[in-house]
Nanobody, 125 residues
Framework: QLQLVESGGGLVQSGGSLRLSCATS????????LGWFRQAPGKEREGLSC????????VYADSVKGRFTVSRDMAKRTVYLQMNSLQPQDTAVYYC??????????????????WGQGTQVTVSS
């Protein structure tokens, strides 16, 4: 079982920022694409961003493009999601997940074989 451990969630006011972290292993960073997803109550899990194992290339969903930034620190074996200009509709449980590096789709939930436990982000108005 691959290890993915999220942290950094919390309560923030509208317009504020948070940085989520996903600690993992070197093996995961080398062979798996890392994606960030979120799920709000009563809604489907939504893909937000993905960073490629092969070249560090990034992809973003339209809902977060320009506000969220995904990055990775290979030395710390951690992937980050910097979230700026947060709004109440960003309130959700946020997950990082791993998909094999040859996966074809960035945000197809079924492509992601391993998931972290999630971290709650709450944005107050």
């Amino acid at each position: 079982q691959l290890q993915l451990v999220e942290s950094g969630g919390g309560l923030v006011q509208s317009g504020g920022s948070l940085r989520l972290s996903c600690a993992t292993s070197q093996f995961v960073l080398d062979y798996y694409n890392l994606g960030w997803f979120r799920q709000a109550p009563g809604k489907e899990r939504e893909g937000l961003s993905c960073i490629s194992a092969r070249d560090g290339g990034t992809v973003y969903a339209d809902s977060v493009k320009g506000r969220f930034t995904v990055s990775r620190d290979m030395a710390k074996r951690t992937v980050y999601l910097q979230m700026n200009s947060l709004q109440p509709q960003d309130t959700a449980v946020y997950y990082c997940a791993a998909a094999p590096r040859n996966s074809g789709s960035s945000f197809k939930v079924s492509e992601y074989h391993y998931w972290g436990q999630g971290t709650q982000v709450t944005v107050s108005s």
